[in-house]
């Protein structure tokens, strides 16, 4: 994958969010070892070979970018095997900057759909990819509002830490508060964050 740029949440969220991130295989064990990997809640804004080209293209006054979340989804490519599609419409401040790195950089630098990945799954395990989702929703982490005519379809986060025994606390979404620099290659649990930039309060 190379460099990305990733929009990473406050860490108070981060670690609400990284609680929905704990599902596991229904079976307890993966065919492969790329599966189920953990990596830090993020919103892959742009990917390239250059770091230092992605870094000059995040606007130096960028302010905090408030996300909120859209529909759970599962897709074919591992790194959207199980996601969460994120409001971009235009005119927000995800978008409008979502479009600014499309002109800095290249269209095919930034990712089509705005998600917040959950799961890593491999080909091998294909499978997991629906059965995690449902797990998801039937263990009510989260929760789907399908939204009625001029209603915005939307889900929500319950995350609970069930070995502290508390309450589930409901994330509508995050604010981005940092952007890092992320050298993706390889396993990605070996994945290196090279730079954590804050944006504008």
């Known amino acids: ?22 599902v596991k295989p229904s079976s307890g064990v993966t065919r492969s070892p790329s599966s189920f990997p953990p990596f830090h809640p993020h919103v892959t804004l742009a990917s390239g070979p250059d770091a230092a080209a992605l870094r000059a293209a995040i606007p130096p ?9 859209k529909s759970l989804e599962v897709g074919e490519k591992y790194f959207m095997s199980v996601y969460v599609a994120v409001h971009s419409a235009p005119g927000t401040p995800l978008e409008a900057l979502r479009e600014h790195l499309r002109r800095t950089l ?20 294909a499978e997991e990819r629906a059965r995690t989702a449902e797990t998801l ?7 789907e509002s399908a ?8 889900v929500r986060l319950a995350c609970v830490d069930e070995e502290a025994g508390q309450e589930p606390e409901i994330l509508e979404g995050f604010d981005g508060e940092e952007i890092w620099v992320v050298k993706c ?11 954590k930039i804050p944006l504008r309060q």
């Open 61 to 69: 006054d960028q302010g905090v970018i408030p996300v909120r979340f």
């Open 147 to 154: 939204g009625g005519e001029g209603e915005v379809r939307s």
């Open 1 to 22: 994958m190379g460099i990305s740029l990733w929009l990473v949440p406050r860490a108070s969220q981060a670690a609400k969010i990284a609680l929905t991130m704990r």
């Open 185 to 195: 290659e390889g396993p990605v649990p070996g994945w290196e964050v090279l730079e």
């Open 106 to 125: 290249d269209e095919s630098a930034v990712p089509p759909v705005a998600h917040l990945s959950l799961y890593y799954i491999d080909d091998a395990d």
């Open 137 to 143: 929703r039937s263990e009510l982490r989260v929760l």
